[in-house]
C-alpha cells in the first residue's frame, strides 16, 4: 500500500498550495484521511482530517479558516490559503483503515513520504 503525496514547494506568505495524496488500492475508499506537518526538533502534529465519506472534517486551530481538505474517493487535498511562515514544514497524508476521523498521529497506521511546505516571509 502506498500513499504518493504531492503538490508542496515555495511560496509567499499569504500564498496558496494544494497538496494531493492519492492512496494506491482503491480499498482506501472507506479510510480516513489526514494531513500531519512536522518540522525539525518538533513532533508531528495534527493539521487536518477527513472521514471516508467526505462528510466530516478536523482541522489544528492554527489552520482554522485558512486550509480546506476535500477527498475524492481514495485521494486527498488539503489547499491552504493565507499561508504562513509558520506552516513551513514536511507536509504527511495518513490514512487509517477505521473510517472515523481522529487527530492523533498513532491512529493512523498508513503515511505516504512527505512533501516539503515552506513559506517566505
Known amino acids: 500500500v502506498q500513499l504518493q503525496a504531492s503538490g508542496g514547494g515555495l511560496v509567499q506568505a499569504g500564498g496558496s498550495l494544494r497538496l494531493s495524496c492519492a492512496a494506491s488500492e482503491r480499498s482506501f475508499i472507506t479510510s480516513a484521511m489526514g494531513w500531519f506537518r512536522q518540522v525539525p526538533g518538533k513532533e508531528r502534529e495534527f493539521v487536518a482530517a477527513?472521514?471516508?465519506?467526505?462528510?466530516s472534517t478536523g482541522f489544528a486551530d492554527s489552520v482554522k479558516g485558512r486550509f480546506t481538505i476535500s477527498r475524492a474517493e481514495n485521494t486527498v487535498y488539503l489547499q491552504m490559503n493565507s499561508l504562513k511562515p509558520e506552516d513551513t514544514a514536511v507536509y504527511y497524508c495518513?490514512?487509517?483503515?477505521?473510517?472515523?476521523?481522529?487527530?492523533?498521529?498513532?491512529?493512523?497506521?498508513?503515511w505516504g513520504q512527505g512533501t516539503l511546505v515552506t513559506v517566505s516571509s
Open positions: 477527513i472521514n471516508w465519506s467526505g462528510g
Open positions: 495518513a490514512a487509517k483503515r477505521r473510517g472515523i476521523l481522529t487527530t492523533t498521529p498513532r491512529d493512523y497506521g498508513y
